[in-house]
Each structure stands twice: as structure tokens, then as C-alpha cells.
């Protein structure tokens, strides 16, 4: 199995940025999807967005606009990069990575959005 890593959460202030990436601990190692998903206090792991080797995206509706996602290297790195957040945001985000062998998922980072 392959594990990823979070790095880059925080604190910021309402209408700041953020930005996180997510490395495989193989650099050999090529996902076919990497995403990102969220968890926020009280409720349920949420898809946030994801990106396949083809280069296509996808985003949830709520951050749409204002987060992009990016693989900085083929197949085991991808960024997320956060503008103009606001308190909502504030959850754990989580890196996973999808490969015919099934998917894996970093410990998480977190990121605290204050008003």
C-alpha cells in the first residue's frame, strides 16, 4: 500500500489563502485520480475536488472558483490551492489517490478558517 502525505494546512483569516499538497511515499508510484475531500466538525467526509492523469478536474459546487487543484508531478503529487476562504472551509482536509489496486488515503491536514 502506499501512503500519502498532507502538508500546508493552518490558520488564516477569513479571505486568505492556503495552499496543500500531497505526496505518495513512492515516487514511482502513478495514481490514475488524485482528489481531495474534507471533513467539517459535526458532519461527514465531503468530495472537494479531483484531478485525473488526463489533466481533467472536477470541483464541488461550494468551492468552485475559488480552489484549484493541480498535479505538480505525474501520477503521486498534487496541490490544492485555496483562495478566498471562509470560516465554512475550516475541516480536515484529506489527500486520496486511486489506482487499479484501489485507493489510499493520507492522515490529514488541518485547516482552521477564522472569521
Known amino acids: 500500500q502506499v501512503n500519502l502525505v498532507e502538508s500546508g494546512g493552518g490558520l488564516v483569516q477569513a479571505g486568505g489563502s492556503l495552499r496543500l499538497s500531497c505526496a505518495a511515499s513512492?515516487?514511482?508510484?502513478?495514481?490514475?485520480?488524485m482528489a481531495w475531500y474534507r471533513q467539517r466538525p459535526g458532519t461527514q467526509r465531503e468530495f472537494v475536488a479531483s484531478?485525473?492523469?488526463?489533466?481533467?478536474?472536477d470541483y464541488a459546487d461550494s468551492v468552485k472558483g475559488r480552489f484549484t487543484i493541480s498535479r505538480a508531478r505525474a501520477g503521486n503529487r498534487v496541490n490544492l490551492q485555496m483562495n478566498d476562504l471562509n470560516p465554512e472551509d475550516t475541516a480536515v482536509y484529506y489527500c486520496?489517490?486511486?489506482?487499479?489496486?484501489?485507493?489510499?488515503w493520507g492522515q490529514g491536514a488541518q485547516v482552521t478558517v477564522s472569521s
Open positions: 486520496s489517490g486511486t489506482s487499479p489496486w484501489g485507493t489510499s
Open positions: 484531478i485525473r492523469v488526463n489533466g481533467l478536474t
Open positions: 513512492d515516487s514511482t508510484f502513478n495514481f490514475v485520480a
